[in-house]
């Protein structure tokens, strides 16, 4: 932004907008003058305000019916209003909308200080905030720049393993009689990486989908989304012996099919560590805390060495070899992905050999974006 | 039961074709198939243009059509299919790499009759190109051209 701020001055009186615009003349601003409501709506059209100065005495429309219909518009809804009264009035309800953005009051004759600093306090304001939609604009593009990025990657990425698999495939089921078994092995070889690789791409591409999906909020009952997501996983290992040990949880406002993601991913990672054992012992609590609540999915697996701990929400990390524990390693990162884009934060504790708990922590403020 | 019309097969990348016509291959697929590179070789041949300009009158029983291709790309060759009067009418089928959601909506917006995404697994792929090669170019039945 290198345009100074705009500042509004609505005052029915020419010598009053006259003794404003001295007190503001050596302010790095822009004041654009109006002489009644109307006039101010106008200008409101045309410019883009950092500030509006009202002056509530005017006849046909005075500042707090101005300051109300402003309140109104989306274009200046959040423009920050200083008052300007005679006598300091205190019927602020006359104010329609005054929860919705900043306000101060000034009572005339004022000193020309007070004013400054207070409109200075403003401009400041406005400035930190543009400059916070600046950034926000630059990170929102380079996220999507890596998006489609990674998304492109991975559609390009599909075709030439397409063709390696096509091509091993032919070549197995044409001439599999005529090739000598080192051949036969190296084939397998091959077509064994090129599946391990699809698998790659499409764990890639489902992280990457996580990632730009529109969050849909709602009010939601872990508990019955953990039970949907045990149901299917007891499903899936119908031979293993797991004690399940769930504590009540909380509603929490979240997306549905995200979260469920997380727990899906938490409990089946559980299960798989903890698959050498004669019997897993699965734990689902959660804390209460004052801003928060941080559940947790402990088990008596096979854990890992904390010094690695903080590449485990990684995308692709793995702190076992795929012939002990199969997987990508894209789990933990959808998992991290998932809870950061719903506020919370994500970590683990273990030890080798003596289980690990996962954390999630999910905001109790629903109106969190 | 139709006679045996032609399958075009768009697609620019020459293992594609082999692998798409292989899978046909396996699939006794008895229908002949015509090859073409990209989009305006599509239009190309409906319009008998070009090369085409001799070929055996007729449309094909369905269009395989990749998106991703040189000079033309598969949106455009569908929306040129749909506006055109004598060509409106004969099913598409995309058959491409992209499960992308924006290619998704642009085809079904444009009236595509069907989008299959190429499978990595060779045997699935085979089994994709079965099920549209039987029910597009033998099963299913076609309006008569030329309209009423």
Redesign the interface.
Known sequence: MNSKPKILIVDDRPENLFALRTVLKDLDIELVEATSGNDALKATLRHDFALALLDIQMPEMDGYELAGILREEEKTAHLPFIFISAVYTDNLNVFKGYEKGAFSFITKPFQPEILINKVNFFISMYQHEQALFVLNDELENKNKELESFS?SVS??L??P???I??????LLSRFYDTLPDKARHYLDNIADSS?QM?VL?DDL?QFSRTGREEIRQTELDMNSIVHEVLETIKKDNPKRNIEWRIATLPGVYGDKALLSLVWINLLSNAVKFTRTREKSIIAITVLDEKDEFVFAVADNGVGFDMQYAQKLFGVFQRLHPTNEFEGTGIGLANVHQIVLRHGGRTWAKAEPDKGATFYFSLPKNKYHE | MNELRTILLAEDNQKDVELTLEAMAENNLANQVVVVKDGVEVLEYLRYEGKYKLRKAGNPAVILLDIKMPRMDGIEVLRNIRSDAALKRIPVVILTSSREEKDLINTYELGVNAYVVKPVDFQQFIEAVKQIGSFWAVINELPPEGGL
Request: proline content about 0%; charged content about 30%; overall charge positive.
């Open positions: 998304y559609h390009d599909r075709a393993l397409r063709h698999n096509g091509f091993v495939d032919l599946r699809g791409i591409l």
